[in-house]
Nanobody
Framework: QVQLVEFGGGSVQAGGSLRLSCAASGTFNRYNMGWFRQAPGKEREFVVL????????YFGDSVKGRFTISRDNPKNTVYLQMNSLKPEDTAVYYCAAGVNWSKEASKYAYWGQGTQVTVSS
């Protein structure tokens, strides 16, 4: 099992940057890690995922070229660097852990509580 806690959300103006962290306890280095987001009234959306080793990543189309993901396995932490933020990036961001390589939220067994990101125009 793994427990996940997100940090780093906040408010920023359009064009700005934020870095989210997801700290894990448990068997972190057995899981692919994903970031998802959910805006009010919308379904949860896939953002990006990273493999166990960190060598492979897969980005959602809406964030490609603006967001990067990395993980530090000895520190049990995964990072989401968000640049060139847009108002439509406003959402609660969740990190998730799963054994499958998938952009489907249902494939992830463990979830953090989420952190709010608000981008103003």
């Amino acid at each position: 099992q793994v427990q996940l806690v997100e940090f780093g959300g906040g408010s920023v103006q359009a064009g700005g940057s934020l870095r989210l962290s997801c700290a894990a306890s448990g068997t972190f280095n057995r899981y692919n890690m994903g970031w998802f987001r959910q805006a009010p009234g919308k379904e949860r959306e896939f953002v990006v995922l990273i493999s166990v080793s960190g060598r492979d990543t897969y980005f959602g189309d809406s964030v490609k070229g603006r967001f990067t993901i990395s993980r530090d396995n000895p520190k049990n932490t995964v990072y989401l660097q968000m640049n060139s933020l847009k108002p439509e990036d406003t959402a609660v961001y969740y990190c998730a852990a799963g054994v499958n390589w998938s952009k489907e939220a249902s494939k992830y067994a463990y979830w953090g509580q989420g952190t709010q990101v608000t981008v103003s125009s």
